[in-house]
């Protein structure tokens, strides 16, 4: 707390203030508001995936791993 009479407040997860908020814009798209002290919009949206939507992701995340995993292998047999 300052003279100005008040608190820098600082994201815990991306660790924004309200004067360098730029990786939530870029993130997000639009500045991040407060949520909860410590969280700011933009984390608060990045956490706030319902857990089916949450488990679709991770699994089309690991399918795209593991098919590019098995281009680069295909690509690998070719060259030899
Ligand atoms: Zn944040
Ligand atoms: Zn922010």
Request: charged share 30%; hydrophobic share 30%.
């Amino acid at each position: 707390m300052d003279a100005m009479g008040y608190s820098e407040e600082v994201c815990r997860v991306c660790g924004c203030t309200e004067f360098n908020c730029l990786q939530c814009i870029e993130k997000a798209g639009e500045p991040c508001h407060w949520v909860a002290p410590g969280l700011c919009s933009a984390c608060a949206d990045a956490g706030d995936m319902d857990p089916d939507e949450r488990a679709f992701h991770r699994e089309s995340t690991l399918q795209s791993i593991q098919d590019e995993l098995d281009e680069m292998q295909d690509r690998k047999a070719d060259q030899l």
